[in-house]
């Protein structure tokens, strides 16, 4: 009896085992929260995504600089507080500052349905909330970028971002194809109340991670500039770092350029609904999941550092299929280009960020995060003015245009670079820099 027993129990054990082996990282129960907390909070941002520059445009009937400047201000957050975040968060328990970041962001996403019901909103309140909405993703993203390799090791890099990346990739498909039907049903402003719920859960789901972080150790407050050079330091004297933020200091420049007369060109060029808008953006999000599911194997096959500049390079070209769209059918076939965009990018973004984290000794990830989103995305605030700019000089196509080449463009730093000939991820921490 007690053999049979035993053999029942490794049997048991056996299956639970092989199923774990199956899962991956999503058999642990912290990461499987995790990413659940990441479906919720993308499904908010995506309809964020959409939403936001409708508010603008269908309620408030901004123009072409309007929209621009309210893609500004969402962004600006990166160039205001970007390298000293990164010294912030090192300070903190990076998961406290996810919670906290997505609770607050949930309560400013849903003053504006409130201002809309009361008849107080305007194109100045949409760009407040984008300005601090954006102040708070600096936090979280440098956060959740700095608390992974904690959550998972470093040897589970790569197969935790691909896994990541597949959620954001699915809500980027689901977040455009429910708020799309939203939007016509009852209108820009109300489906907020959607996002700030997401965010709301997101916040609240993370908060059930059992696995703590240490407290971090206690340093002198007027050390921080120190630190912020420190981070600054790091990231621009490592060839491979370097060439990656500048490569994505010029596709974000362009990509939002791009973004931000795309929603323009759709709606008022291409004759689309709030429902055709979303279909189309719900194909790109089809591209990012294809290129989450492949990102492991592609990588592998085609080398971590050499897939960052040639994903890119057969990629971004295919972007501009959009501006020769009009209304009709022509635009579902410029849709294949932006989903080869997003496809290309998640590719690059998976093999992009295990690099970084693997090269980054553990006490300066947050700043190294920090400092590859200011120098990335330092300039993205100036790519929506100049994509505001530029659609009320050249048109929402022109735009579309200039974006498409300067994304093409963009490959060049890493070309350049030992990411050229890169295939495996360093097994290591990178060195520690001379302070």
Not at 311 to 339: D, K
């Amino acid at each position: 009896m007690g053999t049979a027993r035993g053999a029942l129990h490794f049997q048991r054990q056996g299956i639970r085992m092989s199923t774990t082996s199956r899962l991956g990282l999503l058999g642990d129960r912290d990461f499987g929260r995790l990413f659940a907390a990441t479906a919720l909070g993308q499904l908010g941002d995506r309809i964020i995504f959409l939403s936001l520059p409708l508010v603008a445009i269908t309620a408030l009937d901004a123009d072409e600089f309007q929209v621009g400047l309210l893609a500004a201000m969402t962004t600006a957050g990166s160039l205001l507080i970007g390298l000293p975040a990164g010294a912030w968060v090192d300070r903190m328990r990076k998961r406290s500052v996810m919670i906290g970041a997505d609770l607050v962001r949930a309560l400013l996403l849903v003053t504006i349905p409130i201002a809309w019901w009361m008849g107080l909103l305007t194109i100045e309140w949409l760009c407040t909330v984008a300005l601090l909405h954006g102040v708070l993703t600096v936090f979280f993203d440098v956060a959740y970028v700095s608390y992974l390799p904690h959550l998972v090791g470093r040897g589970k890099l790569v197969e935790g971002n691909a896994k990541l990346s597949s959620v954001r990739s699915v809500t980027s498909i689901g977040g455009p194809a429910l708020a799309g039907p939203l939007v016509g049903l009852i209108g820009a402003p109300a489906v907020l109340v959607v996002s700030s719920a997401g965010m709301a859960m997101s916040g609240l789901l993370a908060a059930t991670i059992r696995k703590r972080e240490g407290r971090p150790e206690r340093k002198d407050r007027n050390r921080l500039g120190r630190e912020v050079r420190e981070g600054l330091k790091f990231v621009l004297k490592h060839p491979a770092l370097r060439a990656m933020v500048l490569g994505d200091s010029i596709f974000n420049l362009s990509l939002v350029m791009y973004q931000s007369m795309l929603l323009v060109f759709l709606e008022r060029e291409a004759g689309l609904q709030p429902f055709g808008i979303g279909l189309v953006l719900s194909g790109m999000g089809c591209g990012a999941l294809l290129g989450a599911l492949l990102a492991t194997t592609i990588s592998e096959r085609t080398g971590h550092g050499r897939v960052i500049w040639l994903a890119s390079l057969l990629t971004c070209p295919l972007t501009a299929l959009m501006p020769w769209a009009r209304p009709g059918w022509s635009v579902y076939v410029a849709t294949v280009g932006l989903a080869a965009l997003s496809m290309g990018g998640v590719v690059r973004f998976v093999a992009q960020s295990s690099l970084q984290q693997a090269m980054t000794p553990d006490r300066l990830l947050g700043r190294m995060s920090a400092t590859t989103r200011f120098v990335s995305w330092g300039g993205i605030p100036l790519g929506g003015l100049l994509g505001g700019v530029s659609g009320s000089v050249f048109g929402a196509a022109g735009t579309l245009w200039i974006g498409a080449a300067g994304m093409t463009l963009s490959v060049l730093p890493a070309f350049l670079s030992p990411l050229r000939t890169l295939r495996g991820i360093p097994a290591g921490a990178a060195p520690e820099v001379a302070r």
